[in-house]
C-alpha cells in the first residue's frame, strides 16, 4: 500500500513557475513508477508526465514538453514537477500516482487527492 500526498498547487500568473511535489509513504515506494496527470473542469483527466521508479525514464505529454520536468528522490519518498512558463491551459487539479510506467491512468494503482493549479493571463 502507498498513500500519496500532493502539495504545491496554487495561483500563478501566465509565464510563471510552480513546484508540485508528491510525499509517498508505504513501503516499495522506490518499486514504483509515479506519474503526473491533471483535470481540467469539464475535461477528462489527461497524462501529463512519468517517471520510472529508477528515474532513468522519463515522459510528457506533448503540449508541456521543453516547460515541465519530472523528477524523484526516492530517499525522501517524493516527486516533483518543476513546471515553468505556464500556460492559462495548464489551469487544472493535478494529480500524482503511483504505478506502472505508463501514460494510461489505469496503469496507476495509487493516486492523490489532487492539488489544484491556477494561471491568469
Given amino acids: 500500500q502507498v498513500q500519496v500526498v500532493?502539495?504545491?498547487g496554487g495561483l500563478v500568473q501566465a509565464g510563471g513557475s510552480l513546484i508540485l511535489s508528491c510525499a509517498a509513504s508505504g513501503r516499495s515506494f522506490s518499486g514504483y513508477a509515479m506519474g503526473w496527470f491533471r483535470q481540467a473542469p469539464g475535461?477528462?483527466?489527461?497524462?501529463?508526465?512519468?517517471?520510472?521508479?529508477?528515474?532513468?525514464?522519463?515522459?510528457?505529454?506533448?503540449?508541456?514538453?521543453?516547460?515541465?520536468?519530472i523528477s524523484r528522490d526516492?530517499?525522501?519518498?517524493?516527486?516533483?514537477?518543476q513546471m515553468n512558463r505556464l500556460k492559462r491551459e495548464d489551469t487544472a487539479v493535478y494529480y500524482c500516482a503511483a504505478g506502472t510506467y505508463s501514460y494510461r491512468p489505469d496503469e496507476y494503482k495509487y493516486w492523490g487527492q489532487g492539488t489544484q493549479v491556477t494561471v491568469s493571463s
Wanted: proline share 0%; aromatic share 14%; charged share 25%.
Fill in 74 to 81: 526516492n530517499g525522501k519518498n517524493t516527486v516533483y514537477l
Fill in 6 to 8: 500532493e502539495s504545491g
Fill in 43 to 69: 475535461k477528462d483527466r489527461e497524462f501529463v508526465a512519468a517517471i520510472s521508479w529508477s528515474g532513468n525514464s522519463t515522459s510528457y505529454r506533448d503540449s508541456v514538453k521543453g516547460r515541465f520536468s
